[in-house]
């Protein structure tokens, strides 16, 4: 079965560069999530999407934006990188069946900051 | 505040031994509640989720989770731990009544096993 698609899997970018994530969803799931995962951190959401409009926002920084395609895939773009962005970023897609929610996430995008 | 609370940090058991991980929520309606799993360096595996019905869930690799109401808690429990199982356990919600359908991820638990 076709699972929740992000690249790269691993980034390494210099402090105030700029980094764009990307993420595929399953097919017919109609909302992206993008969560960041800290060191020893629990996930922390940033920011969804629902049918290509931004549904809920979360902690995501001013130097982050995001956005969803037509084709339903959803790019993370962060600028000004910091020591600090250096995380683990997944991705997930969820339907809803009935009433139930079945989410997928990603292998994540390992990013470092040097 | 609303929140998923995962009062241990780190536990560690042996091999064999049973286990049951501790999640607590506070949101005025039930929410959806999961149970994840995540290896070092790993992406987050769903081991069991709840909507409504029965209140004991069974999950994959043995686990099961029993929501109880009075207590606002989602346990997670196995009865016999395998070595493999070692890896950073989190509980996460979906708050319902608050027009979000996001995760909220508790702290995350450190399960060690001993051979």
């Known amino acids: 079965a076709a699972g929740v698609i992000q690249s790269p899997r691993h980034l390494i970018k210099e402090k105030r560069e700029t980094a764009t994530l990307k993420c595929y969803p399953i097919p017919r799931h109609d909302t992206v999530y993008w969560y960041q995962q800290g060191p020893g951190q629990d996930p922390q959401f940033l920011i969804s999407?629902?049918?290509?409009?931004?549904?809920d926002k979360g902690s995501i920084p001013d130097r982050f934006s995001a956005q969803q395609f037509s084709d339903y895939h959803s790019e993370l773009n962060m600028s000004s990188l910091e020591l600090g962005d250096s995380a683990l970023y997944f991705c997930?897609?969820?339907?809803?069946?009935?009433?139930?929610?079945?989410?997928?996430f990603g292998s994540g995008t390992r990013l470092t900051v040097v | 505040a609303q929140s998923v609370t995962q009062p241990d940090i780190h536990i560690t058991v042996s091999e064999g031994a049973s286990l049951e991980l501790r999640c607590n929520y506070s949101?005025?309606?039930?929410?959806?509640l999961f149970w994840y799993v995540q290896s070092p360096g790993q992406g987050l595996q769903l081991l069991l989720k709840y909507f409504s019905g029965d209140t004991l869930v069974q999950g994959i690799k043995g686990f099961e989770a029993e929501f109880k109401r009075s207590q606002s808690s989602f346990n997670l429990r196995k009865p016999s731990v395998h070595w493999s199982d070692a890896a950073e356990y989190f509980c996460?919600?979906?708050?319902?009544?608050?027009?979000?359908?996001?995760?909220?991820f508790g702290t995350g638990t450190r399960l060690q096993v001993f051979p």
């Open positions: 949101y005025g309606a039930t929410p959806y």
């Open positions: 999407f629902y049918e290509k409009m931004q549904s």
């Open positions: 996460a919600v979906v708050p319902l009544s608050y027009n979000t359908d996001k995760l909220i």
């Open positions: 997930a897609s969820s339907s809803a069946e009935g009433q139930e929610i079945r989410y997928t």
